[in-house]
Structure formats: C-alpha cells, structure tokens
C-alpha cells in the first residue's frame, strides 16, 4: 500500500528546508580552499570563503555521498580539490543550476550524523564552513547489511510503487516570477529533482515529466503518467508574494467522489 502519510511527511520536510532566498543573493563569495582532515568519528570537510556562503547539505544513499550546494560563489585561482582521506574516496564538483555550485564527496562508509557549523574569522578575512561527518561503525554496518538483505528478500514479491512528479510550467511559460528575477518554472524544476533523490532513497520507483527547460501541455504530462502506470502523481508549484514574511504552501488533493462520477459519465 502506497503510504501517502509517509509522502506528505516528506513534502513538508522539503517545503521547511528548501529555502528560495538562497537563490536570490546576487553577491558572490570567493571559496579558496578545500580541506579534508581525519576525526575520531570520520572526517572534517572545511570550506574557507571571503564572504558569509549560503549552503544546502544532504546526504544519499547507494552508493553513500554527501552533496554540498553552495549559491552564488566562485572559485578562487589557485583552488583545488583535495586529496582523497579516511572515508572519502572521491571529490567531484560541477553546476547545478546557473547560480548553484554543487560538490559531491563519494564515501566508502555510509553516514550517521553530519554537523554543519559557518565560523566567523577570528583573524584575518577568511571564514569556514565547517561539516563533520560522523560513519558507522563497522560491525553495526555489517549487521545492517545483513538486515537489508533478508528485508528485501521478504519483500522481493512486492511491486515498488510508482510516483511521477511533475514541475509545473516550463520553456515559454515560465509561471509568476519574483523581480523578473527568479521564475517559478526554475524553483519547482530544482525543487522536484531534489525531491526526486529522498523519494527514489524511501524506496519508491519516480519520474519527471520534465527534465529540463522545455514546455509540455498538460495532456502530455497526464499521458506520460498513465504510460509509467503511476499510483500517485505530484504536481508542483510555488507562488510569489511581494511580502518577505509570508510563508508556508498549500496541497491540493483529487476529490475521489466527484472523480467516479466523472469516470462513470465517461464510461456511459
């Protein structure tokens, strides 16, 4: 049974966390060192920058990696990626989005805990943004593979539920917009990606009706969700306010009654 309680809790949580204003700062933060020390627990990833970096952390699992977007900043020169340490088997960075940064540190052990912290500079111009990854231990990592396994033996004769997501707008349709700034289109594409990753991690089979920056008409994206056999089909948007307070979202669901009288009508 497809366990919509579970879907919501993870809506929400993304709603709370997913935060529009990272996006709208327009001055950039210079980052000029990457660091990578070992700690009793894991490793310490230190970021040094000129300027307060606004940032997102998250973790994924299968294979494990920690993922660090980092808005509106560039990279120094003489920056480099670190040598590989303790758990850390691989360093990789790119583009997200046009104002999005995103480095992504491969690990050979999966993660319990991450601690975040942005020091202010006692000395100097620098600042660090400090995050501490904490591992499992080995033997309770083990005794949880084990415990994965037999879990997914039992449910092997269960069809994973399918969930198609779609970003709303796109291409020449671009949705309200902030400033003539930041389009909706953009927000709910990022937006839906992300949520993409936690859902594909609780389990569930997802797919966008869109990928990128292109217009599709709404039957198309109901057609597409029918070819998938979808069991839920998320639609998102995000509106605009010229009030900074405002805050919080709104979720529409299909009344059930009037859907079966509208699929009898069509049957007739």
């Not at 020091?119 to 600042?127: D, I």
């Not at 003539?180 to 990753?197: A, C, H, I, P, Y």
Request: glycine share 4%; proline share 3%.
């Amino acid at each position: 049974m497809l366990s919509y309680k579970n879907i919501f809790k993870i809506l929400l949580s993304f709603f709370i966390v997913f935060n529009t204003s990272n996006l709208l700062s327009t001055e950039l933060s210079e980052i000029s060192k990457l660091r990578i020390i070992n700690i009793s627990e894991g490793v310490r990833v230190i970021f040094e920058s000129d300027k307060p970096v606004k940032y997102e952390v998250f973790s994924l699992k299968n294979p494990s990696r920690l993922v660090v977007d980092l808005a509106n900043i560039n990279f120094s020169d003489d920056f480099s990626l670190p040598p590989n340490k303790g758990v850390v088997k691989n360093v990789r960075f790119g583009t997200f989005s046009s104002d999005i940064s995103r480095i992504v540190f491969d690990l050979n052990k999966p993660l319990k805990r991450i601690k975040t912290k942005l020091l202010k500079p006692s000395s100097g111009k620098k600042r660090m943004l400090h995050i501490e990854l904490e591992t499992i231990k080995d033997n309770l990592y083990i005794k949880k593979e084990i415990q994965k396994k037999s879990f997914k033996k039992s449910k092997s004769s269960k069809k994973r539920k399918t969930i198609v997501i779609d970003p709303g707008h796109g291409g020449k349709d671009p949705g309200t917009s902030f400033q003539g700034r930041l389009n909706e289109k953009d927000v709910v594409l990022n937006f839906s990606k992300t949520l993409r990753k936690k859902l594909i991690n609780e389990g569930y089979r997802v797919f966008l009706t869109r990928e990128n920056d292109k217009f599709i008409e709404l039957k198309e994206r109901v057609e597409f969700a029918k070819k998938k056999g979808t069991d839920l089909f998320i639609s998102i948007h995000a509106d605009a306010s010229k009030r900074e307070t405002v805050r919080g979202f709104s979720v529409y669901t299909l009344s059930e009654k009037k859907w079966i009288e509208r699929l009898k009508k069509s049957q007739i």
